[in-house]
């Protein structure tokens, strides 16, 4: 816990939450904003939870209204779609923000002494993000397909003046280009912390939607006992050239940091009882140790997901472990145990994330795992 305090002190002079915007909300800001949530609720120390506050309330203020009323914090080529020039918001950004918050306004809510405390602000938290998906809502991000729902980058933007938007605002519920599978799972997670803390069921129909659809593109391989699925697939007709030619390429990408995302979609569905079920869990971990795992324990490494060649681009990460099955599997604790770092980029958040789990003795170490 030492290292872990330190890193993430250190990285916090960094105050993405006064800089940043569009999609790097997401990926910059949500490592410290998970951490600071998880931290308080291991510790319960308010420092934490002071941290979580004051980032929170620098990121929101920032907000600029734009020409439908809503609020956003634009970025010029930040949507996410292909060849995009103009300042967009980030759904994405903006999801993976807010789901930290919402968790923990969740919490909050259960607990009579953090809510006489830090109920209002948790409050604050949850009325911003249901004004944020409202907002996408209106924007014609969300596609119903045949199996389930899909969200998209709209193809349209704020003018240079910020005053109004581009052309493509008028064809907002028709085009745009379908999020990678590893984006829907960021919004999907962030869309089960709304129904967490509001109850509101269309939170988490969207979620399950979405998973429905992942389910359905997933193959069975080797027997049936290795899962294999794609970075993006298309789903609708805005995802094709006029040609007939699909907008980006399909099939499993080289950075195996992805489908580690995916799996933390696939988890927290199951544990909601959406989708998924426990032989889908196991089936994943059949995947990562039999057919991805290099076989050692110290300095493990995995391949990708399909086997194939690594890419110089991603030579350190063609595969990596899937920490969200730990709960699911001794050797995976094992595995996460050994090698985990706390003071690196993933452990801000997931350090005190799987310590509380042992003290809740909701997992067990490997040492004592049956």
């Given at each position: 816990?030492?290292?872990?305090?330190?890193?993430?002190?250190?990285?916090?002079?960094?105050?993405?939450?006064?800089?940043?915007?569009?999609?790097?909300?997401?990926?910059?800001?949500?490592?410290?904003?998970?951490?600071?949530?998880?931290?308080?609720?291991?510790?319960?120390?308010?420092?934490?939870?002071?941290?979580?506050?004051?980032?929170?309330?620098?990121?929101?203020?920032?907000?600029?209204?734009?020409?439908?009323?809503?609020?956003?914090?634009?970025?010029?080529?930040?949507?996410?779609?292909l060849e995009q020039g103009y300042r967009t918001d980030s759904l994405l950004g903006e999801a993976m923000a807010f789901r930290p918050l919402v968790s923990m306004a969740a919490r909050i809510q259960r607990d009579e002494v953090w809510k006489k405390r830090w109920g209002m602000e948790a409050g604050?938290?949850?009325?911003?993000?249901?004004?944020?998906?409202?907002?996408?809502?209106?924007?014609?991000?969300?596609?119903?397909?045949?199996?389930?729902?899909?969200?998209?980058?709209?193809?349209?933007?704020?003018?240079?003046?910020?005053?109004?938007?581009?052309?493509?605002?008028?064809?907002?519920?028709?085009?745009?280009?379908?999020?990678?599978?590893?984006?829907?799972?960021?919004?999907?997670?962030?869309?089960?912390?709304?129904?967490?803390?509001?109850?509101?069921?269309?939170?988490?129909?969207?979620?399950?939607?979405?998973?429905?659809?992942?389910?359905?593109?997933?193959?069975?391989?080797?027997?049936?006992?290795?899962?294999?699925?794609?970075?993006?697939?298309?789903?609708?007709?805005?995802?094709?050239?006029?040609?007939?030619?699909?907008?980006?390429?399909?099939?499993?990408?080289?950075?195996?940091?992805?489908?580690?995302?995916?799996?933390?979609?696939?988890?927290?569905?199951?544990?909601?009882?959406?989708?998924?079920?426990?032989?889908?869990?196991?089936?994943?971990?059949?995947?990562?140790?039999?057919?991805?795992?290099?076989?050692?324990?110290?300095?493990?490494?995995?391949?990708?997901?399909?086997?194939?060649?690594?890419?110089?681009?991603?030579?350190?990460?063609?595969?990596?472990?899937?920490?969200?099955?730990?709960?699911?599997?001794?050797?995976?604790?094992?595995?996460?145990?050994?090698?985990?770092?706390?003071?690196?980029?993933?452990?801000?958040?997931?350090?005190?994330?799987?310590?509380?789990?042992?003290?809740?003795?909701?997992?067990?170490?490997?040492?004592?795992?049956?």
């Open positions: 816990m030492e290292a872990w305090e330190r890193a993430i002190l250190s990285g916090s002079r960094r105050r993405y939450c006064d800089t940043e915007t569009g999609e790097e909300l997401g990926w910059l800001m949500t490592p410290f904003l998970s951490g600071y949530a998880s931290g308080f609720g291991f510790t319960g120390e308010d420092r934490w939870m002071e941290r979580l506050s004051d980032w929170s309330r620098a990121w929101l203020e920032r907000g600029v209204v734009e020409p439908d009323g809503q609020v956003g914090w634009p970025k010029r080529g930040s949507g996410g779609s604050r938290w949850v009325e911003a993000a249901e004004r944020c998906f409202a907002k996408w809502e209106a924007r014609g991000a969300w596609r119903e397909v045949a199996l389930g729902g899909v969200w998209v980058v709209p193809e349209f933007g704020l003018e240079d003046d910020g005053k109004q938007w581009t052309k493509g605002y008028e064809r907002r519920k028709s085009t745009g280009f379908t999020h990678p599978a590893n984006k829907q799972n960021h919004i999907a997670r962030s869309l089960l912390a709304l129904y967490r803390a509001t109850g509101k069921e269309v939170y988490r129909d969207r979620a399950a939607a979405w998973w429905r659809v992942m389910k359905s593109r997933i193959r069975r391989v080797d027997e049936g006992r290795r899962w294999v699925w794609n970075y993006w697939d298309p789903a609708g007709p805005w995802d094709y050239e006029a040609s007939g030619k699909p907008r980006h390429w399909v099939g499993v990408h080289p950075n195996g940091g992805y489908y580690g995302i995916d799996v933390e979609g696939i988890v927290e569905a199951f544990e909601h009882g959406l989708v998924f079920e426990r032989a889908d869990l196991d089936s994943l971990v059949t995947t990562q140790l039999d057919f991805m795992w290099d076989g050692r324990v110290r300095g493990a490494k995995f391949s990708r997901l399909d086997g194939g060649p690594v890419d110089s681009r991603w030579k350190d990460s063609p595969g990596v472990l899937w920490t969200a099955l730990a709960p699911y599997s001794a050797k995976l604790r094992e595995l996460f145990e050994v090698n985990h770092e706390p003071g690196g980029w993933g452990g801000l958040a997931s350090t005190p994330w799987y310590l509380e789990m042992l003290r809740q003795r909701r997992i067990k170490p490997f040492e004592s795992a049956g």
